[in-house]
C-alpha cells in the first residue's frame, strides 16, 4: 500500500515539474507527502532527503508554517538515527521560525522534542527547562493531551534524579489527564512509568501488574515500539527476581521487535539487560559481548546513560575475571562519563573497584587513594538520602508551625472579643465609674500589650537563636561524621593492610607522607573544632605583642613545604626583615595557616603562591596570592559568613570544614584588622587581611595616654 502511494506521489511531482511556470508550493507539498510516507515506513535516509527538498522549496515560496515543520521532522529524524547533535540544530532552528509566525502549538512541540534530546544526553536541568517551557504554552492553548504528555516527561526526569515521590506524583497527574481524554497511547505510557518507580522502590508485584497494564494496551494498538520498551522492562523485572527464563523471553521478543523498526534505543536496552542476565547465569564471555555491543551503539547515539551502565558491568565482570589493568580502563572511562552526568552513585561504586584492583595488583597508595574517593561519594549518596528526608521532614514542620502559629492568632482574637464584650457590660452596669474603668482597663491591656509584646519579640529571638543552633549543631555532626570519618577509614584501611602483611616496610615507608597528610588533616580540623567552639563561649582574647611578619612567614614555608612539594607549587615569599605587626603571635600563626593551606588546596600542579605587604596609612596589608581555580561572584559572596558554610573540595580532592575562614575573620578583627577577598573563577585568588604596624600602635598608646 505504501508502494503504490508512493508511486502515485512520485508521478504528480513528475507532471508537477513540467508545468510552466514552477509552482514550488505545489511540488514542496508532493515532497513532504512523500518523505511522511518514508517517515511511516521507518525509512529515515529517504524521508530525510525529500524533507531536505520540501524545506527548500517552502522557504523559496516563503511558506514559514510548513517551513517550520519541515525543520521539525528532520530534528525527529536525526533523533532516531541517533546524531543528538544535528538533531539539537534542526529543533532549534524550527523554534526560530515559529516565534516568527507565532506557532504556539508548534513551539511547545519543539520545546518538548529538544528537550527529549538533552534527556537522552542526561542534562537533565536543561532537559526540566524545555519541558517547563512547552508546558507553559500548552496550558496557555489548554492542550490538554500535549499537558499529559509533558507531565509524563516530567516524571521521567523526577525518576533519573532518583526523586521517586514526585516521580509517581506527576505520573498520576498525567494519567488523570490521559483518562479524561480516553488516550489510550498515554495511559500506556504512564502504567508503564508508574510500574518502573514501583520496581525501584522493590514493590515487584505492583510494578508487574503495570507493565502488564501497558503491554495489554499497547498490543492492542498495535505499538511496536511501546511494545518493545514494556518488555524490555519486564524482562529486566524478571532478572531481579531470578526468573531468568523468563526474563530472557522478554528480552529477546523486545530485542525483535526493536531491531525490525530499526530502533537503535531499544535494541540496546534490550542487549544490555540480556547481558546483565547472563553475567548473573556466569556466562561472561556472552556478555561482555552484548555489553559492548550495547556500549557501541549507546556511542553512536549520543545515549551517555546507556554507556555508563554498559561500561560499568564491563569493568565488573574484568575484575571477576582478575584482568585488573581491563577493569581499571573501563573503570575510568565510567569514572569520566559519571562526572559529566553527575551521578554520585556510580562514582562511588567504580571508585571502590579501582581501589580494589589497585589492591590486588598491590599498588598501595593508588588503592588508598580511591578507597577515599570510595568513602568522600559514598558520604554525598548517604547524605543525599539524608538530605531528601530532611527535606520532607522541614516541609511538615513549616506546615505544623504555620497550623500553629494560625490557631494561636484565632485563640488570641477570641480572647479579645471576649474582653470587648465584658468591658461593655462592665461600662453599662456601672455608669458612674465608666470613665475610671475605661482609663484602668486600657491601662492594664497597654500594659499587657507591652509585656506580650516583649514577651514575643524575646521568644522570636530566641527561636532563631535556637534554630541557628540547631542548623550549626547539624553541621558540626556533618564535619565529624563526614570529613573525619573518611580521613579516619583511610588511615584504618592503611594500617589494616599493614598489619595483614600485604605491604612490605618499604611499601609502608613509601606511603608514610600519606599517612602524615592525613593525620595532619584529621588535626587541623580538631583543632579548627575546639577553636571554633571557644570562639562560640566567648573565649577568644588577643594579647597584641610586635610580631616579625617575615619571621612567621618563613615558618609557615616550611611547616607546608611537603605539601607544596606533592603539588609542584612555588612559593614567592616577598616579605621584607624589616616588616613587624601588633599581633596575638598565635592569632598569626592561625591566620596565616589557614589563608596558605587554602591557597594549596584550590591551586593546580605546578601553580605560584606569592606571599607579600602593603603599607597603607598606620596598617600592614598582607596579601596571599595563588593562581588556582579561583570563585565566582556567588560563592565570593559566601565567604567569612558569620555561620558554617560548606567548603569545595581542592584540585586534588582536598576536603574542607569551613571552619578556617571563620576562624580567620574573627582572629584578625580581634586583634584591630580586616579581611577581604578578590577572586575570579579560572584565574585564582587573592586574600588581604590589615593588621595595625607598630609605629600605628604606639601612636595610639601615647594619644590615649
Known amino acids: 500500500m505504501l508502494l503504490g502511494q508512493t508511486d502515485s506521489l512520485f508521478r504528480a511531482l513528475e507532471e508537477l515539474k513540467k508545468d510552466s511556470p514552477i509552482n514550488l508550493e505545489k511540488i514542496a507539498g508532493l515532497q513532504l507527502g512523500i518523505a511522511m510516507v518514508y517517515y511511516q515506513d521507518r525509512d529515515f535516509q529517504n524521508s530525510f532527503q525529500y524533507h531536505q527538498e520540501a524545506s527548500e522549496n517552502f522557504?523559496?515560496?516563503?511558506?514559514?508554517?510548513k517551513y517550520s515543520e519541515c525543520l521539525h521532522n528532520l530534528g525527529n529524524i536525526s533523533y532516531f538515527l541517533g546524531d543528538s547533535k544535528e538533531a539539537i540544530q534542526y529543533y532549534n532552528l524550527s523554534i526560530a521560525e515559529r516565534e516568527k509566525i507565532n506557532d504556539l502549538k508548534g513551539l511547545a512541540s519543539g520545546y518538548n522534542n529538544l528537550a527529549n534530546v538533552y534527556n537522552r544526553l542526561g542534562d537533565y536541568p536543561r532537559a526540566l527547562e524545555f519541558y517547563e517551557k512547552s508546558?507553559?504554552?500548552?496550558e496557555k492553548i489548554e492542550d490538554q493531551k500535549g499537558i499529559a504528555s509533558t507531565f509524563k516527561n516530567i516524571a521521567s526526569i523526577h525518576y533519573f534524579r532518583d526523586n521517586y515521590v514526585a516521580a509517581l506524583e506527576t505520573n498520576l497527574r498525567a494519567l488523570r489527564i490521559s483518562e479524561s481524554l480516553l488516550d489510550s497511547t498515554g495511559i500506556a505510557f504512564v502504567y508503564n512509568n508508574i510500574a518502573l518507580i514501583y520496581e525501584k522502590q522493590d514493590k515487584w508485584d505492583d510494578a508487574l501488574m503495570n507493565f502488564n497494564r501497558s503491554l495489554q494496551i499497547k498490543e492492542k494498538m498495535g505499538d511496536k515500539q511501546g511494545m518493545a520498551t514494556t518488555l524490555n522492562n519486564i524482562g529486566s523485572l524478571y532478572q531481579k527476581k531470578k526468573?531468568?527464563?523468563?526474563?530472557?523471553?522478554?528480552?529477546?521478543?523486545?530485542?525483535?521487535?526493536?531491531?525490525?523498526?530499526?530502533?537503535?534505543?531499544?535494541?540496546?536496552?534490550?542487549?544490555?539487560?540480556?547481558?546483565?542476565?547472563y553475567e548473573d547465569l556466569g556466562e561472561m564471555a556472552k556478555a561482555m559481548e552484548l555489553f559492548l555491543q550495547s556500549q557501541k551503539i549507546d556511542e553512536e547515539i549520543g545515549n551517555k546513560r546507556g554507556m555508563l551502565l554498559s561500561i560499568t558491568s564491563l569493568s565488573h565482570i574484568h575484575f571477576a575475571l582478575k584482568n585488573h589493568k581491563e577493569s581499571i580502563r573501563f573503570a575510568k572511562e565510567g569514572i569520566k562519563l559519571a562526572r559529566q552526568l553527575d551521578?554520585?552513585?556510580?562514582?562511588?561504586?567504580?571508585?571502590?573497584?579501582?581501589?580494589?584492583?589497585?589492591?590486588?595488583?598491590?599498588?598501595?597508595?593508588?588503592?588508598?587513594?580511591?578507597?577515599?574517593?570510595?568513602?568522600?561519594?559514598?558520604?554525598?549518596?548517604?547524605?543525599?538520602?539524608?538530605?531528601?528526608?530532611?527535606?520532607?521532614?522541614?516541609?511538615?514542620?513549616?506546615?505544623?508551625?504555620?497550623?500553629?502559629?494560625i490557631q494561636a492568632e484565632q485563640k488570641a482574637l477570641e480572647l479579645e472579643n471576649e474582653k470587648e464584650f465584658q468591658r461593655q457590660n462592665f461600662q453599662k452596669r456601672i455608669l458612674l465609674l465608666a470613665l475610671f474603668g475605661i482609663v484602668l482597663i486600657a491601662g492594664i491591656l497597654f500594659h499587657n500589650y507591652r509585656k506580650q509584646k516583649k514577651a514575643k519579640q524575646l521568644l522570636e529571638v530566641k527561636t532563631m537563636e535556637l534554630e541557628k543552633a540547631n542548623q550549626v549543631k547539624a553541621k558540626l555532626f556533618s564535619i565529624i561524621?563526614?570529613?573525619?570519618?573518611?580521613?579516619?577509614?583511610?588511615?584504618?584501611?592503611?594500617?589494616?593492610?599493614?598489619?595483614?602483611?600485604?605491604?612490605?616496610?618499604?611499601?609502608?615507608k613509601e606511603l608514610v607522607p600519606e599517612l602524615y597528610k592525613n593525620v595532619g588533616a584529621i588535626m587541623e580540623t580538631l583543632n579548627n573544632l575546639l577553636r571554633w567552639s571557644m570562639q562560640q563561649m566567648n573565649?577568644?582574647?588577643?594579647?597584641?605583642?610586635?610580631?616579625?611578619?617575615?619571621?612567621?612567614?618563613?615558618?609557615?614555608?616550611?611547616?607546608?613545604?611537603?605539601?607544596?612539594?606533592?603539588?609542584?607549587?612555588?612559593?614567592?615569599?616577598?616579605?621584607?626583615?624589616?616588616?613587624?605587626?601588633?599581633?596575638?603571635?598565635?592569632?598569626?600563626?592561625?591566620v596565616l595557616r589557614n589563608l596558605l593551606s587554602n591557597a594549596i588546596k584550590y591551586s593546580s600542579q605546578g601553580g605560584t603562591i606569592t606571599l607579600g605587604v602593603l603599607e597603607k596609612d598606620d596598617f600592614i596589608i598582607t596579601f596571599i596570592k595563588d593562581q588556582g581555580v579561583g570563585m565566582n561572584k556567588e560563592e565570593a559572596e559566601r565567604l567569612f559568613r558569620s555561620d558554617l558554610v560548606k567548603s569545595k573540595r581542592g584540585t586534588s580532592g582536598e576536603q574542607g570544614t569551613g571552619l578556617g575562614l571563620n576562624l580567620t575573620k574573627l582572629y584578625i578583627e580581634e586583634n584591630g584588622g580586616k579581611i577581604w577577598a578578590e577572586s575570579e573563577e579560572g584565574k585564582g585568588s587573592v586574600f588581604y587581611f590589615s593588621l595595625p604596624g607598630i609605629k600605628a600602635k604606639k601612636y595610639q598608646m601615647e594619644a590615649t595616654t
Not at 481 to 508: C, P, T, V
Not at 565 to 572: A, M, P
Open 135 to 138: 508546558l507553559e504554552i500548552k
Open 343 to 405: 551521578s554520585k552513585a556510580e562514582l562511588r561504586d567504580l571508585n571502590e573497584l579501582m581501589s580494589k584492583n589497585f589492591e590486588a595488583m598491590g599498588d598501595f597508595k593508588a588503592a588508598l587513594y580511591h578507597n577515599q574517593l570510595f568513602h568522600a561519594y559514598a558520604d554525598s549518596v548517604f547524605n543525599q538520602e539524608i538530605e531528601r528526608k530532611t527535606a520532607r521532614i522541614e516541609a511538615e514542620y513549616e506546615y505544623d508551625k504555620k497550623l500553629a502559629v
Open 481 to 508: 561524621g563526614h570529613d573525619l570519618r573518611g580521613a579516619i577509614a583511610s588511615l584504618y584501611m592503611f594500617l589494616g593492610l599493614y598489619k595483614r602483611n600485604r605491604m612490605n616496610d618499604a611499601e609502608f
Open 59 to 65: 522557504l523559496a515560496a516563503k511558506n514559514l508554517e
Open 243 to 277: 526468573e531468568y527464563s523468563k526474563a530472557i523471553e522478554a528480552l529477546e521478543k523486545s530485542l525483535k521487535i526493536s531491531e525490525k523498526i530499526g530502533e537503535k534505543e531499544g535494541i540496546s536496552a534490550a542487549l544490555n539487560n540480556l547481558a546483565s542476565v
Open 539 to 590: 573565649m577568644v582574647k588577643s594579647v597584641p605583642i610586635p610580631t616579625s611578619l617575615s619571621e612567621k612567614a618563613l615558618e609557615l614555608e616550611g611547616f607546608y613545604s611537603t605539601l607544596l612539594q606533592q603539588k609542584g607549587i612555588e612559593f614567592d615569599n616577598q616579605i621584607g626583615e624589616e616588616i613587624s605587626v601588633m599581633v596575638d603571635p598565635n592569632h598569626l600563626d592561625l
